[in-house]
């Protein structure tokens, strides 16, 4: 798979100054990790799951998640699993597919369902665990994935949720922290990624943010965030994925902060009047936000959302030709300008940032120019109404989305 892959041979080349590269299913886990990108949510009671899979996959989602947890009923769930089973055992070996995850409740769910699936289980790149703990509950998820890899033969990987009450309140989150991620660390090799459950977080407060609020403005959560992102990125050890952004089309009470002078730039004031419009332009504050602080990726439920995050992880010009000047005088210490000047670049604390930036570039490209966002952001919308249809004038046209994700 490679990110934006609905583009023309023509467009990479005039929209990308480094092209991505191709990143397939057995790559090294760091850079599937930064692979996934914007993870799309289906609920596992939809009818065609192989259908979706394959229609995400030709707008650009790089990882899908099938939902057996929150985002179905709970006596919908022996429905759910049977139709996830036959979907998985339906796919083809050509088919253009993302990286597949089911979302199941238990452990022993999760070895049920590699056991269903039989040889088809292949299709998978892993279960997402929702609710994750440390200590003996933590290492039965692993447990249950060593054996459904053991069984199969198959490489699983899991990608634990961090949205326990335990991690919510202020005098138990160190401690559930540290007992996490004692657990991940002794079993690296079987971590993908680590995902953050905005919505469980938020709603033990009794909140949810509006699509005029990003997840950043409401405190309690932004500190359980922020704990996380100390704990589990310094040194860039893990690769920890953003939450859910869980609007897709409202009324809204404040003006947008989306400049126009990009869009004019390039005549595409019709693509920003449709991302205000449909609120994106608050999803594109919080993805924003989301790298400013260290998260990689984010979890989705609506497919226009998709090429939104993806886009904004593309690496911009001057960044990647600081990136290298850092990396070029790795070891020497001291400071040199920025090749675009206007800022120094120092070559000891700048040194782990540049090397992230150039792991990025390789997944995601890097933009030609300044506002070469704005044009991978129209490529990306007209995919997905190319995909799911639109009526004239209005958002594209889309399948439900899960009731609640991570």
Known sequence: ?????????????????????????AAPRAALALA???TLYSPGTRTDLGGDARRAASIGTTSQVWCLEDSIPHDAVPQAQAQVVRALQGLG???????????????????????????AVARLTGFVLPKFLGGDEGRAWMQALEQAQAASGARLFGMPVLEHPDLAWRETRA??????????????????AVRVGGT??????????????????????????????????RHGDWTVSGPVWEHFAGDRLFKSQLRETPFENHRSMRLRERL???????L???????????FSGKTVIHPTHVSVVNALHAVVRDEYDDALTVLAGRGSGG??????GGKMNELGPHALWAEQVAARAAVYGVLAEPDGVVQLLDAGWRAAQAAYGAGAGGPAVVPSPAASTP
């Open 276 to 282: 205000v419009r449909d609120d994106v332009d608050e």
């Open 175 to 192: 401690a559930h922290l540290d007992a996490v991620r004692a657990v991940l660390d002794a079993h690296r090799e079987q971590v993908l």
């Open 1 to 25: 798979m490679r990110h934006f892959d609905y583009l023309t041979d023509a467009q990479r080349q005039a929209l990308f100054a480094v092209a991505p590269l191709p990143v397939g299913r």
């Open 284 to 294: 594109l504050r919080e993805v924003t936000l989301d790298r400013a602080n260290g």
């Open 335 to 340: 400071v040199v300008p920025s090749p675009s």
């Open 200 to 233: 469980d977080l938020s709603g033990l407060f009794g909140l949810r943010r509006d699509s005029d609020t990003t997840i950043w403005d409401v405190a309690v959560v932004r500190d359980v965030l922020a704990d996380v992102l100390n704990v589990f990125t």
């Open 93 to 119: 070996d050509r088919d253009r597919l993302p990286l597949l995850f089911v979302r199941v409740r238990t452990p022993e769910q999760l070895v049920e369902v590699a056991a269903q699936a039989g040889d």
């Open 36 to 38: 996934l990108g914007a």
